[in-house]
């Protein structure tokens, strides 16, 4: 007996096949959502990561150009970037000793670096900091040590024998004020106050990163464990 088969069910639904690539889209686009989510942290911390790495790149620049600008002006601080940007007498021409771009901070909202004045709080924890860093001892000043002496003498010495890092610190962020213009300043340090991937002579704070002629201790970074680091002389991975 010849059974008869029902043309209709053998015809495919297509709302049932449009259903089921809707589902299969769906759940590549979730994988796809959830890769995104797991890459993303990495991303971020690479950005960051180059940006500290051009902001301490810009600051030892600052930090040479003011050292070039007190020795030229024989132990005369500058008191706006524009000082720097504007270079050096050189004959009937000037000699530039900063470029324009060392000039902006990559890590501050509006770009402008912070101007550091040689009795600030900031720069006399820094001091410690790098004195620390650097096992116990206090680089010596640039050349001519004369014009720089002064400044470390008169500000710092005092303060680096009786106060604590803690102290110093906790000074240093209750005074914390932004300047940048019309300050003679000794070195420049970044208003963000962020938690930084580069540890700088140890120190994991954009805003206590100080970049001056003064205090130049072996070594510039170091590495973080949480990931970066940058060329430098003598650079040493933390533990």
Request: aromatic letters at 6%.
């Given at each position: ?22 589902v ?6 979730m ?34 150009a ?73 680089p010596?000043?640039p ?10 003498t ?15 610190e ?68 933390r533990?």
């Open positions: 007996m010849k059974t008869e088969t029902n043309p209709k069910s053998q015809i495919p639904n297509p709302k049932s096949e449009c259903g089921m690539s809707l299969v889209v769906m759940a590549v686009l994988l796809f959502a959830i890769a995104l989510l797991a890459v993303a942290p990495t991303v971020q911390q690479g950005v960051q990561r180059e940006k500290e790495i051009e902001a301490i790149r810009r600051g030892e620049e600052i930090a040479d003011i050292r070039q600008y007190v020795v030229f002006y024989q132990g005369k601080l500058p008191t706006s970037m524009d000082d720097l940007l504007e270079g050096l007498p050189q004959g009937t021409k000037k000699r530039q000793i900063l470029r324009p771009s060392a000039a902006i901070d990559p890590l501050s909202s509006d770009g402008k670096w912070r101007l550091i004045e040689p009795t600030a709080k900031a720069f006399q924890s820094f001091g410690r900091r790098v004195q620390t860093y650097n096992n116990g001892a206090l010596s000043s050349e001519p040590r004369n014009l720089f002496d002064n400044y470390v008169i500000a710092l010495v005092n303060i680096l024998d009786t106060q604590t890092q803690p102290e110093l906790e000074a240093a962020e209750e005074e914390i004020e932004i300047k940048t213009d019309k300050t003679s300043f000794i070195g420049v340090a970044s208003q963000s106050r962020s938690r930084a991937i580069i540890a700088y002579y140890g120190i994991e704070n954009h805003s206590k990163w100080i970049f001056t002629p003064l205090f130049r201790g072996m070594g510039v970074s170091s590495i973080n464990p949480r990931g970066g680091g940058i060329p430098s002389p003598s650079p040493t991975p533990r």
